[in-house]
Each structure stands twice: as C-alpha cells, then as structure tokens.
C-alpha cells in the first residue's frame, strides 16, 4: 500500500526551542513510519515578514535542519528541503493567487492579529497579505494530502482547502483537498508563562548549554503565591509543574504533593527539573554538536532533499498548467 503524503514547514526565523521540539517536530519524528513525509524550511514565509534583514535566514535554515536531524527527523525516511531551492513553489503560487480574491486573504485571523500586533515591522507588504496562498502551493505542490500543523495554522489549512475546490472545480480535479492533523502535545509555555518565543525572550533553545538552560530554570515564573518556603503551593498553576508533567512525568505527582504540602521549596523543585531537562536534551545536543562539525553533511542532505522534492513538484506543476491550458509542457526536471 502507498503511504500518504504529508508536508509541513517552519519559518526560518531563529534558533529552534523545547516548545517545538516537544510541539511540531515530536510529531514530525512519529508521522515519519506511517507517511511519506516532506519536511520543508520555509524560508519565503521568513522572508515576508524579515524582508528589511534577510541576512540571518539562511543560517537559520540550515540551523533549524541541523536541530531537526538531532532530534530524530531521518533523512532516509523524510525528504527535507529548503523551500526556496526547489522553485516549482513560487509558480504555482503565481497560479493560485489568480484564484484567490483579496477579501479571503484579509479575513484570515492570524492576518488581521499580526497586522495589529507587529509593532517593529512594516507587514503591510503585498507578500505578507498573500503568505497563506504561497502555503497552499506548498502543501498543493506535492499534493499532501495531510498537513501536521499547530492550532494557529487551521486558519490557512481552511484556506488552502478553500482554493483547491475553487481551482479543481475551475479547471479539472487536479488536487486532493488538504486535511490537518493537530500537534496532539500540550503547548510548553515559556519561562514567564507567555507563548514561548524567542522575542518575548523566554525560550530555552536546543542547542544552548546546559548551564544556560540551568541559569533559565532558576529565573522561572512559579505560583505567585507562595512567598515563603513555608507556604504551600499550587502545582497546577505552576510553570515548574508543566515542565515536569513532560520532561519528568515519573516524578511529576511526588513533586506536586510536595509542593502542596510546602515539603519542597521552589529553589530546589526548580534545580531538579533543570537537571532532568539537561539529562533529556543531553543526547539532542550532542547529535548536534556533531552534526554542527561536519555542514557538508546538511548540504548534501539538503541537496538531494530538493532534488526529490522538485521531481514530485515539476510533475504536479506540468499538470495545473495543462489543466489550464497555459504555456507548453516541460521537459521534467530529474
Ligand atoms: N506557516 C507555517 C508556520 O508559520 C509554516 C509553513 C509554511 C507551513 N508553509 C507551510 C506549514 C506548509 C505547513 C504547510 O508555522
Ligand atoms: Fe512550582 Fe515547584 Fe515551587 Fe511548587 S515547589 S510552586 S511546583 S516551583
């Protein structure tokens, strides 16, 4: 039986950190046996909003792979890519914003919050406005017919599934319609319990040190109520708690009745946790070292990853322009 395809991305725009390795990339690594798995680094979504400083994206890039080859994703299972090497993408998006009115693109909400939200960068760029049509193509380009995403992306899956009906039913079925399959991991808040993000400054990176990631622990937000370390506690409101629901499950429920009956103090609660999360990120990190010291490695996973992407894309791209009867068929790219 032929496995299904799937394909997901990430924007390039910094050093990756536990919240999307236990988010997305968790997930990545278990769909790589059931499926057939495009791994991609979006890097024209990086683009859109980092036009004004392009200069870091491609380090990120090949940063990110080298944090998702540590992790578990398999090159010899997955194809991992660079979205801007394989440049079927950008046609076929040239072909999907025809069929895309403007008014679909303004409603979508994660448009309309970063419009507002984004203070320190001009995202009023024409790119930005059709960031969800370049990700249909993605998906669309490879005909996956599953896309892992997070909760913040079923936005843009409805709208890529908007545009495949519209064009199927314009021009012939060419594409299945996309369906999403949510991160099922609890999202991992950052160390002031916001959204973990490296511009709120409270992300604890992959490949940082381990007295990085202990110093980080140590300045965590905990239950605001507990001022003395006779006070006892609330676990459940706890960042420190969450932290050991996921990367100390075994020690979870002895460290919440402790802190319930004030038998732990924050202090050490929190040093404990730090060493487990140092002992679970120990052998990521080393992969990563050494994955770091040979970059060749990346680039030829890289390179033989687009040339796979591109033979899947160049057909699918030859059929959308038959189906619309546009330019002559090429000679497929091998
Ligand atoms: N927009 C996605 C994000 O910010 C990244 C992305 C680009 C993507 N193209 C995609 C995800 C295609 C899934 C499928 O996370
Ligand atoms: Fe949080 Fe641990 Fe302090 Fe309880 S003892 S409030 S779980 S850091």
């Known amino acids: 039986m032929t496995k299904k395809r799937i394909l997901s991305g990430m924007r390039p725009t910094g050093p990756l950190h536990i919240g999307h390795l236990v988010g997305a990339l968790a997930n990545w690594i278990d769909l ?21 400083n392009p200069v870091d994206i491609p380090k990120n890039s090949t940063d990110n792979v080298t944090d998702w080859l540590a992790c578990g994703i398999d090159p010899e299972k997955s194809t991992i890519f660079v979205q801007s090497d394989v440049p079927e993408h950008t046609e076929l998006h040239v072909i999907l914003s025809c069929i895309t009115p403007i008014p679909w693109l303004e409603r979508v909400p994660t448009y309309k919050e970063q419009m507002q939200e984004v203070k320190d960068k001009d995202l009023t760029n024409y790119a930005f406005l059709g960031y969800p049509c370049l990700q249909a193509a993605d998906i669309l380009i490879y005909k996956a017919g599953v896309v892992p995403v997070g909760e913040d992306q079923v936005a843009h899956l409805e709208l890529t599934r908007e545009i495949t009906r519209r064009f199927n039913s314009m021009y012939g ?16 808040l950052g160390l002031d319990r916001r959204k973990m993000s490296k511009s709120y400054g409270n992300a604890i990176e992959i ?5 990085e990631t202990r110093k980080k622990i140590m300045t965590m937000f905990t239950d605001p109520q507990r001022q003395r370390r006779s006070d006892p506690g609330r676990p459940e409101i706890c960042n420190v708690h969450d932290y050991f629901k996921v990367f100390a499950p075994d020690r979870a429920d002895a460290v919440a009745e402790g802190c319930r009956n004030a038998e732990i103090g924050c202090v050490d609660c929190k040093k404990e946790i730090a060493e487990r999360l140092n002992q679970y990120l120990q052998p990521i990190r080393a992969r990563r070292s050494d994955l770091a010291a040979h970059p060749d490695k990346i680039e030829d996973i890289l390179s033989e990853g687009c040339k796979k992407a591109r033979r899947i894309a160049a057909a699918t791209l030859d059929e959308a322009r038959q189906a619309m009867g546009i330019g002559r068929s090429r000679v497929t790219v091998d």
């Open 207 to 211: 490949g940082e040190s381990p007295e």
């Open 173 to 188: 079925e060419v594409f299945p319609e996309p369906k999403p399959r949510l991160t099922k991991t609890a999202r991992l």
């Open 32 to 52: 790589q046996d059931e499926f057939e798995c495009y791994y991609m680094v979006a890097d024209w979504h990086a683009l859109m909003s980092e036009y004004a």
